[in-house]
Structure formats: structure tokens, C-alpha cells
């Protein structure tokens, strides 16, 4: 049974960076695609970012490309994300999924989508202030 454990966020100023983690057990990271998501309050859960099994390939939402950087720490079954600029509009509840298709799919289209993931985390609250 795949379980993931967000760690991380918080409340932060305009500008600022907060730093995301993702614990993984119950399988090696190395055997699932990963992604982070987000939800804002009275929106759709959208997509935020996504890498490949080998962590050599990163793609990111238009809207925090150049501020964001999705990583994998395959050594500690470790997915992280790493925020900074940060924007009022970036707050939202960020999630961690993954899913059992780590290859065979189309890159990146088909991993940006909610509903290709199975495994989601409880969430990490990151609130940016004016």
C-alpha cells in the first residue's frame, strides 16, 4: 500500500519561498510517476508540476514555471517542491500524487492530469500573504 506524507508549507509573505516534502512508503519512488497538484479555495484541484522516474525530465503549469522546482530524492523516497516568488494567488492546498505509471505514457501531457493518479497525500496548507 502506497502512502504519502506531505511535510512543509505554511503561512508566508509576498515574495517569499516555502519548501514542500513528500514521504513515500510502502514502494520505492523510483517505481511510481510523481506530480504535485494544488487547490484553492472554491476551485479545481489544477496541476503543478511533474517529473520523470529518472528525475531528469521536469515540467511545470505556466503559471509557476521559473518560480518552482520539482525534484526527487530517490536515496531517502523523497518527492519535493521547492516554491519561491511567491504570490497570493499561489495559495492553496498543495497535494503529492503518484501513480503506478511511471513509463509508457505520453510525456508530460498525460501526468498532468488529477485523474491519472491514485495515491494522493493529506495536503499541506500554504497560505501567501500581501
Known amino acids: 500500500q502506497v502512502q504519502l506524507v506531505e511535510s512543509g508549507g505554511g503561512l508566508v509573505q509576498t515574495g517569499g519561498s516555502v519548501r514542500l516534502s513528500c514521504a513515500v512508503s510502502g514502494r520505492s519512488i523510483r517505481s511510481l510517476g510523481m506530480g504535485w497538484f494544488r487547490q484553492a479555495s472554491g476551485k479545481e484541484r489544477e496541476f503543478v508540476a511533474t517529473i520523470t522516474g529518472s528525475g531528469r525530465s521536469t515540467y511545470y503549469a505556466d503559471s509557476v514555471k521559473g518560480r518552482f522546482t520539482i525534484a526527487r530524492d530517490n536515496a531517502n523516497n523523497t518527492l519535493v517542491l521547492q516554491m519561491s516568488s511567491l504570490r497570493v494567488e499561489d495559495t492553496a492546498v498543495y497535494y503529492c500524487?503518484?501513480?503506478?505509471?511511471?513509463?509508457?505514457?505520453?510525456?508530460?501531457?498525460?501526468?498532468?492530469?488529477?485523474?491519472?493518479?491514485?495515491?494522493w497525500g493529506q495536503g499541506a496548507q500554504v497560505t501567501v500573504a500581501s
Open positions: 500524487a503518484a501513480t503506478d505509471a511511471v513509463y509508457g505514457r505520453s510525456w508530460p501531457t498525460w501526468y498532468t492530469g488529477p485523474h491519472r493518479y491514485t495515491y
